[in-house]
């Protein structure tokens, strides 16, 4: 096989392969593309679009595989959905993308293209075995004094809307400042607090109640409101009855009531924080700062 015979199967075959030549300005459109995709899918993952972006890449896929094995009919009605699809899509998350236009008005352009949004979470929302066992002990403390309580954590999808409906606390979580801000009298004692990995980001906040009509009449608006909330979140909320001081957590949509201690410590174990989800820059960051402390 000669070199040329080589070389026209290759333009017959991998013409594909070959890259086009690019110059100075392709690459500084492909940079401005690629930065403005980053934070279009950050800012989607602090809000409840995440679950929708996860929809639309599942119908994606289905699409593609339609049309791959030749499935007209599901072609068809998928591209006559789409567009009425994106229609509905803006009309649910105005609120969000009205809020992301204002953010970016207030922004310096150049410093949002750089860095990551101020409403990016620094944290992690998992937690340490300490903060597990603060809130599981402020949880039974209270139940003992029958204070009602209301603690919603935070996990993959963001509750940005229902946090900014409360007051900014933005504390370190222990059981002593759980059970002040739920005390009878105070100004914080109504509504629910929102939890982010080891801090108290907001309390007082308002969350939406649930829509199934299967709930009994015996629960009041607490139980209801943790039911609402996990229903369009993966959030885990721990509810403190005020009239009987049972613990009961609401997650999935489902109320798992009157647990023991130990059964509400094994219901919040998934959420504990391991080495293998230590930030990697994270971890590189805190060596470097102690290895310069040492050095002082």
């Avoid at 199967?9 to 500084?28: C, Q, T, V």
């Avoid at 899509?89 to 750089?114: D, H, K, M, V, Y």
């Avoid at 101020?118 to 998992?126: L, N, T």
């Avoid at 199934?212 to 139980?223: D, F, L, P, Q, S």
Wanted: hydrophobic share 45%; glycine share 6%.
């Amino acid at each position: 096989m000669t070199l040329e015979h080589l070389q026209k199967i290759f333009e017959k075959y991998l013409y594909w392969l070959s890259l086009p030549s690019m110059r100075i300005k392709g690459a500084i459109e492909i940079i401005i593309i690629s930065v403005i995709v980053y934070q279009i899918i950050k800012w989607v993952q602090l809000t409840r679009a995440w679950t929708l972006f996860k929809g639309i890449i599942v119908l994606l896929l289905f699409a593609f595989f339609a049309a791959v094995f030749q499935l007209n009919t599901i072609s068809w009605l998928l591209s006559n959905s789409l567009g009425v699809g994106i229609t509905a899509a803006i009309i649910i998350f105005q609120p969000e993308l009205r809020r992301a236009l204002e953010q970016l008005g207030r922004r310096n352009i150049f410093t949002n293209l750089l860095f990551t949004s101020g409403d990016v979470r620094q944290e992690s929302s998992a937690m340490t075995d300490k903060t597990v066992n603060e809130l599981v002990r402020a949880a039974f403390e209270m139940g003992k004094a029958r204070t009602g309580a209301l603690m919603v954590i935070e996990r993959k999808v963001a509750l940005g809307e229902y946090e900014r409906t409360g007051i900014p606390v933005d504390g370190l979580l222990t059981s002593q400042l759980l059970i002040n801000i739920f005390e009878h009298n105070t100004p914080l004692h109504d509504g629910a607090v929102i939890l982010r990995g080891n801090r108290i980001v907001a309390a007082t906040c308002y969350l939406p109640l649930t829509d199934n009509m299967n709930v009994g009449k015996e629960y009041g608006t607490r139980h209801r409101a943790a039911l609402g909330v996990s229903e369009v979140s993966d959030s885990v909320t721990i509810i403190v009855s005020e009239e009987t001081g049972a613990v009961s957590v609401a997650e999935d949509g489902h109320l798992y009531q009157n647990l023991t201690r130990e059964e509400l410590t094994e219901r919040l174990a998934p959420l504990k924080a391991s080495e293998n989800n230590v930030d990697v820059f994270k971890r590189w960051k805190d060596l470097l700062r102690n290895e310069r402390q040492n050095n002082e």
